[in-house]
């Protein structure tokens, strides 16, 4: 240990002898050498004197490796690549000797975790190639991708220790990239952890005001759970079963999201929290005993018809098997009933790695095709990397439906595929030729959206071929990446046609086919590469006769001296402001022209941050901005601070407010009235209408900052049969 003294480093031993423990508990592995190993060669190899820095080298790769065992699943192959990483990265090894010292698969991981790093240190590379990255390894190892997901958890759960940009850049991508990452592997509650960590740090008035709620009403949540239960399990019992039953709040996020999706407020949300019921069931009774489970919670409360997922018969793709009701409890509240087994939770909790314990089982199969129909897009290169990324993150989150082939086959599809989606999943030249579909014995369009259980049979015709419209209709990654390979290609072709066509032509008007040539055109035509060109002339978008005119025309009259230039076209000054006015952008910067984003409408006070956009320069978005994670996530480089200034103070804002109250007519005037005359504000727009005998009103006035904003919502909160006020999040 070079320069490091024992005593200076006994936290890290103690740490490391409690993860061997750990090991050895999850893992039916005795020989414990080599781990021991990897842990002197890190405490060595990063010595010096420089103990502060070994010794959080070394707890960080512990702790990483104890969220890859414990909350994983993963094992002793993993937890070396964690140690050796780190070692790697400070040169202090190489691949080489990592697969002569070790193995082969510790050191493909190894070399997996360090491309990673290795695009990810890369100041300007857009986090969409990273994460196209991360895929690609994933379609190798999937351990690599499962480590990554435990690096960033265990940075999120250290972020209050970070700058604050550090927080929103990890809140961001994990929101963005690997909350539905882990989600779609199986890790719900890793997926749960994040979000909530990212709204935490992205909106903490939001976070903390959820969490006191929960808090201030777990002993009614608690108590109604125990009423809830309690005939459940004396049924349960009396019919001989080994169980355990668990009642678990949503995630803060999950409730969040729901206020917000439905407008409505923490006191609406009545399914605040899920049931679980877990069976000791042998494998071969599985399916049997959770039938007659729910049977026995749907003869004590009245379920939801509507609302019964069967994801036992049919697994989700990444492998969740469970029985999911909604039943009216005490109170008339709706309560949500999950039914699985030990099995079934321990995938449900540990994801793709449990599923090794359980090789060959049907959901495992489902994992593997996933996994196969990775590969396969990843095969294709897709031009635009984050144009990738947003489709790939759509398939992560996405409800499946399930269709059948003409044999019987069953195949599994987003919510939303079409019969266009259908046919590429069987073969890319199926998908390119498809004309249509004989669904249920009637024939239907390619753009048809499928529904659960159809019978697909795929039509064709040689003559067909891909069009452009096709791109707007397609769902799953698969087809809009066949699709737009096949177009390329199309294109292509017909761009190198356009090429000899234009050669032709200038060979036989005496003009030379050059660079400066070329570039004359692209200016004139406002392309950016030659292929857009020659495409253009071949599809006849470009009439040759214009361009022969434009060629031979003597050449432009040079410019003027810049003093000597027209005035630019002055920006209103309502859409653009200066930085000095109420804004600091950078802290670097000076004097720099901003926009208020319109799809978050920030407001002095809001929590900030600065975009630099193509053409548009710097638009300043709230930190809890609908598309600030996406922002953030894929354009990370082009993020820049902002700050109020105390000149914002003298500024009024427009924001928008939402209304819910009685549909009674005095509403409106008391609303009007208090604004205008008692409180003497602004009021831009206003608008009503109603739903159900409920009143929703949408109010644009001007305030002040935030604290003028929410003394403002808690007297229109006041009025007699207005039940909500919020702030509008989400503009479009």
């Known amino acids: 240990m070079a320069g490091n003294r024992p005593d200076e480093l006994l936290e890290c031993r103690n740490k490391f002898e409690k993860l061997v423990r750990l090991i050895r508990r999850n893992k039916e592995i005795h020989d414990y050498s080599r781990l021991r190993k990897v842990y002197d060669l890190l405490t060595s190899g990063l010595g010096g004197s420089d103990t502060v820095r070994v010794k959080s080298e070394v707890l960080a790769a512990i702790e990483i490796s104890e969220i890859a065992v414990a909350e994983i699943g993963l094992g002793m192959t993993s937890v ?56 690609l390894n ?5 351990r690599v991708i499962l480590i990554r997901i435990a690096e960033q958890l265990h940075a999120m759960r250290s972020m209050k220790h970070l700058p604050q940009e550090d927080q929103i850049r990890l809140a961001a991508e994990a929101s963005y990239l690997y909350a539905p990452l882990a989600h779609r592997l199986g890790f719900y509650i890793i997926k749960s952890e994040m979000e909530d960590l990212s709204l935490k740090f992205t909106d903490r008035k ?26 459940i399990e004396e049924s349960l019992r009396k019919q001989g079963f080994d169980f355990e039953i668990k009642g678990r709040p949503k995630s803060i996020h999950s409730i969040w999201n729901k206020m917000v999706n439905k407008g409505a407020a923490f006191e609406d949300i009545y399914d605040l929290f899920a049931i679980r019921i877990i069976l000791n069931s042998e494998l071969k009774n599985e399916k049997a005993d959770c039938w007659q489970v729910y049977s026995t919670v749907t003869d004590l409360y009245q379920p939801n018809p509507l609302r019964l997922r069967d994801w036992i018969s049919i697994p ?12 009216v409890g005490p109170g008339g509240h709706w309560v949500e009933v999950q039914i699985r087994t030990k099995r079934m939770n321990e995938i449900a909790e540990k994801g793709f790695a449990a599923h090794w314990k359980y090789k060959g089982l049907e959901a495992e199969q489902g994992l593997e095709e996933w996994l196969k129909r990775i590969r396969e897009v990843l095969e294709t290169p897709e031009p635009d990397a984050r144009e ?38 069987i073969h890319s030249e199926v998908g390119s030729t498809c004309t249509g579909a004989r669904v249920n014995g009637k024939n239907v369009p390619i753009r048809h959206v499928m529904q659960n259980g159809d019978r697909v049979e795929v039509l064709t015709s040689k003559n067909q071929t891909p069009k452009m419209d096709w791109l707007n209709f397609v769902v799953t990654s698969r087809a809009k990446t066949k699709i ?34 070329v570039r004359k055109l692209l200016k004139a035509y406002k392309f950016k590469i030659a292929q857009d060109l020659y495409y253009q002339i071949a599809t006849e978008d470009i009439d040759l006769a214009q361009i022969k005119e434009l060629l031979q025309e003597p050449a432009a009259t040079p410019e003027k001296p810049l003093a000597e230039a027209e005035p630019a076209t002055q920006v209103p000054s309502e859409t653009v ?39 548009e320069g710097i638009k300043v978005h709230r930190l809890n901005c609908p598309n600030a994670a996406q922002l953030i996530s894929k354009y990370g480089y082009r993020v820049v601070k902002a700050r109020w200034t105390s000149g914002g103070k003298e500024t009024l804002f427009t924001v928008e407010i ?61 009025i007699k049969g207005v039940y909500r006020v919020n702030r509008v999040e989400r503009y479009v």
């Open 206 to 231: 939001i976070y903390d005001s959820i969490a006191r709620q929960l808090a201030q009403t777990m002993r009614d949540r608690k108590q109604f759970i125990e009423e809830f239960i309690q005939p």
């Open 316 to 327: 989700k793709t990444n492998g969740y098997e469970s029985l999911h009701t909604t039943v």
């Open 484 to 517: 737009k390979f096949k177009l390329n290609e199309a294109r292509v072709k017909q761009a190198e046609n356009g090429k000899e066509m234009l050669t032709r032509r200038l060979k036989n008007w005496k003009i030379p086919f050059s660079d400066e040539t």
């Open 138 to 142: 994933l379609a190798g190892d999937v």
């Open 80 to 135: 070396l690549s964690i140690f050796l990483i780190r070692l790697l990265r400070k040169g202090g090894t190489s691949l080489p000797e990592i697969e002569k010292g070790f193995d082969r698969p510790v050191a493909v991981i190894t070399a997996g975790l360090n491309s990673i790093h290795e695009l990810g240190s890369k100041a300007m590379a857009p986090q969409a190639e990273n994460f196209r990255n991360l895929l």
């Open 577 to 615: 402001v200066r930085s000095d006015d109420y804004l600091v952008i950078d802290d670097k910067l000076a004097n720099v022209d901003f926009k208020l984003a319109k799809c978050c409408n920030p407001i002095f006070g809001d929590e900030i941050f600065g975009f630099v956009t193509i053409g």
């Open 658 to 718: 939402k209304v819910t109250g009685e549909n009674d007519p005095n509403i409106l005037n008391n609303i009007s009235n208090l604004l205008t005359k008692d409180l003497k504000i602004t009021l831009r727009a206003i608008s009503f209408d109603t739903d159900n005998g409920m009143l929703n009103g949408r109010l644009k006035i001007a305030v002040k900052d935030t604290a003028h904003l929410e003394s403002l919502m808690v007297r229109l909160s006041s």
């Open 388 to 425: 990738f990324l947003d489709d790939f993150k759509l398939s992560l989150y996405s409800k499946e439906i399930f269709v059948f082939t003409p044999k019987g086959d069953l195949k599994k599809f987003p919510a939303g595929a079409t019969v266009l989606d259908f046919a590429y999943d």
